[in-house]
């Protein structure tokens, strides 16, 4: 039961993150979800950074648990027990995730440490994924390849727009190539999750 309770986090998770990226924004009429990054909202001087703190440590913590949960359920397989933990070090970052200034402002340390936290979140995430599909089957394999493959795309075009973020120009669809990746991200984890609500404790294989 505590593991069932733990894995179910996971689609708590992504339903709270996807309310957040609806309703969080309403609150900032300046704020174009097509154009700007997600971390815009919690950046430092974001009229909506007080509100996204409180929900977004809620889902942090709901990662964590989700991550303890799948590495619950892989009992002696490594695989699982890998996509456990890179998920459980994603939700910790969070927690300590340092912010961002709005465009135009000054870059300064935790404007790097942003981006290095980003990356570091991403390869958890890629981890997760990739060890995630290996302790299951064909379908879910080819379903976790195309994850990984739309991360590859969209990422690339975030990447290509993010200078343009720091140097305050036009980023007509970062918001656009963000949200796609986040996404995916939270239907994996919501059909990761119910995947392994359906599994006995696995064994080491």
Request: hydrophobic share 55%.
């Amino acid at each position: 039961m505590a593991r069932k309770l733990l894995l179910s986090c996971g689609i708590l998770a992504s339903l709270l993150y996807t309310a957040m990226l609806v309703f969080i924004p309403l609150q900032w009429p300046a704020y174009s979800s097509a154009s700007q990054a997600v971390s815009e909202l919690s950046a430092i001087g974001a009229p909506t950074r007080p509100l996204w703190l409180p929900f977004g440590t809620m889902y942090t913590l709901l990662v964590v648990a989700f991550g303890l949960g799948v590495w619950m359920s892989g009992a002696n397989q490594r695989a699982l027990r890998i996509a456990g933990s890179a998920l459980m070090t994603s939700g910790v970052l969070g927690l300590v995730w340092p912010p961002m200034h709005l465009r135009g402002a000054e870059l300064t340390l935790t404007d790097t440490l942003h981006i290095v936290w980003t990356m570091v979140t991403l390869l958890c995430t890629l981890l997760a994924i990739g060890f995630g599909a290996a302790a299951f089957g064909k379908r879910f394999r080819a379903y976790s390849i195309t994850t990984v493959g739309i991360f590859l795309v969209f990422g690339i075009l975030s990447f290509l727009d993010a200078p343009k973020v720091a140097a305050n120009l036009p980023t007509p669809f970062f918001g656009v190539w963000e949200r796609v990746n986040i996404g995916a991200s939270s239907l994996w984890m919501v059909v990761f999750a119910l995947v392994l609500l359906r599994q006995k404790v696995l064994t080491a294989v």
